[in-house]
């Protein structure tokens, strides 16, 4: 139906129940159709019957929603402008604090044009998969080999494991060349999958991969690499990584799985249970830590006779695919030994770091994306006949979180850099300590931002669809990246320890 334009006293003709018009923001809705299937009752509606009804809609329903209905709109009010911004897919949010400060405007002392294209360009691919991600997340289910695959072929899925020749001789989005993407260009690819705000379906698409593919890459046979490592980027195979046993989670050492060589020596026949392996449950590949002769190592074991993985039921998302996975005479060829037999905790440790930082970055976006629903929230919620963000008490709990998230992400920055600028060596020296306290620091965060977020957006912050989902996915979600990757307790006491090393002998107050 062509768009006409209408005066508002003609909509105020149309106030009946069978014929029900309605002013969103200077456009007109005919919900004539619609008022008896209103997910919100008839009597809403029904109430604003030919009037103006744009605040009472943006007190209650998401923007989206008016995308979504748009066959409603029969036309627009002559002679008015549209007051609402509509998000245009790709672009830069005008919401302060919505961007991280390079993005904002302000000057940087890290990011180059290349940083501006690559997030440019990835955005555009987000925004194109947001819609299919949150339908996974909502339904719950395993991630679809297709959608696995669309992230392949924009190489969202080789770009979130650090810089290296894995990449090189490709073309990243943006025109950006592999050989020059480093460690802030990944920290853009994680922080724009993060605006998908589906976190628990985010680490089923790339939790496990990020723990686990470098295990295959840095330790890996060179055939192994050639087999596995093109089709877990192309989005064909996954893979995950399984440490973590019901006895053994942070305590590394205590795992039981065990791999014992057979009588030729050809294979090891794996016998064990993991728990809480992220992207588990379709893994094509597990790396995993088991108890040989003398030590632990790490064995790449593929799906098949002996392996069973079900579903774990957390309060994260079936997306995930969390996997209680149980190892039973899995026989597995000495050649998929990851690191050498004996010295796999070197291969654990290796990408702990790593591992730490994306999830700094994840926390981080996370934390902003709310805090930019909760600034426009108090903008768009009337109480008590004025906006929540003409409250004093609302907008110190926006000061904190505001000041809270950007002096984490100015420390991540300032981590992501010294990451770029130091060898692997370097880095295993000097920054396990910062990341881990940046960890600690940056889940503590999480945990005010959560909370604060809460008692702006009220009841509306424990449902799971409408206004408040994004700020429901947070304070649900939280306490995954304080305990998973180390927890905060862990993190807190590694990051001291490590600042005991250098402590000097002769200092004295
Ligand atoms: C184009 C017009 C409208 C459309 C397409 C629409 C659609 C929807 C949808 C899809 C929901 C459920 C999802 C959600 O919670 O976001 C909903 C809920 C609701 N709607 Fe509407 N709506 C419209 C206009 C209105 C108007 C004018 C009112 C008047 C106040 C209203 C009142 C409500 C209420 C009270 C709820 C329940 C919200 C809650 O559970 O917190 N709606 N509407």
Redesign the pocket.
Known sequence: MSLKTFTREEVKRHASEDDLW?I?DSSV?D?SR?VDL????AF??L??AGKD?TD??YG???QE??VK?NR?KIGTIADEKPQVDFYEPGSLSKVPYAESSAWMGFKSPYFTDSHFKLRAAVRKVCDSLAAEAREFEDAGIKPSDEFMQKMGENHLLAMNIGPGPHLHGMVLPGGIKGEDFDYFHEMIVHEEIGRWKVRGFDDGVIGGMVISAPTVLNFGSPALKKKIIPEVFAGRKRICLAISEPYAGSDVARIRTTAKRTADGKHFIVNGVKKWITGGCWADYFSVAVQTEKGISMLLVERGEGVETKLIKTSYSPSAGTAYVTFENVLVPVENLLGKENKGFLVVLSNFNHERWVMLTGSSIACRLVIEECFKWANQRLVFGKRLIDQPVIRNKLAKMISSLESIHAWIENITFQMNNMSYDEQSDKLAGPIALCKYHVTRVMHDVADEACQIFGG?AITK???GRTVETLQRTYKFSAILGGSEEIMADLGVRQAMKKFPDGARL
């Open positions: 309605i969103i809705y919900m619609f209103h997910p919100g009752g809403p509606i109430e604003l009804a009472a809609f209650l329903h998401r929603v008016l209905y409603y509306r669809t409408g206004m």
